[in-house]
Nanobody, 123 residues
Framework: QVQLVESGGGLVQAGGSLRLSCAAS????????MAWFRQAPGKEREFVSV????????YYADSVKGRFTISRDNAKNTVWLQMNSLKPEDTAVYYC????????????????WGQGTQVTVSS
């Protein structure tokens, strides 16, 4: 089993930055695609970004492209999401997710989830 724990969320003003971390334990996730999703109140969980198992491919939702950067360090079993130029519409609970193999953007493709970390962007 893989346990994922997110951290780094908080309250930030519009235009600010946050760096989310996702620490994996239980087993190595070096062969896993790792993704970030988010869910705002009253909305469905949506894809934010994903990184391939070796980090050579990354994908982003159009809404965050150019502002967010996903990265990983397999030696540390950790994935990060650097969020810059934050907007109020980025406010949501952010979830880390993992799956063995290929990277996908649909939540149902992922087997392992963290508990989420709240990001609130004030205007």
């Amino acid at each position: 089993q893989v346990q994922l724990v997110e951290s780094g969320g908080g309250l930030v003003q519009a235009g600010g930055s946050l760096r989310l971390s996702c620490a994996a334990s239980g087993r190595t996730v070096s062969s896993y695609a790792m993704a970030w999703f988010r869910q705002a109140p009253g909305k469905e969980r949506e894809f934010v970004s994903v990184i391939s198992w070796n980090g050579d491919r990354t994908y982003y939702a159009d809404s965050v492209k150019g502002r967010f950067t996903i990265s990983r360090d397999n030696a540390k079993n950790t994935v990060w999401l650097q969020m810059n130029s934050l907007k109020p519409e980025d406010t949501a609970v952010y979830y880390c997710a993992g799956r063995r193999g290929n990277a996908y953007t649909a939540p149902h493709e992922y087997d392992y989830w963290g508990q989420g970390t709240q990001v609130t962007v004030s205007s």
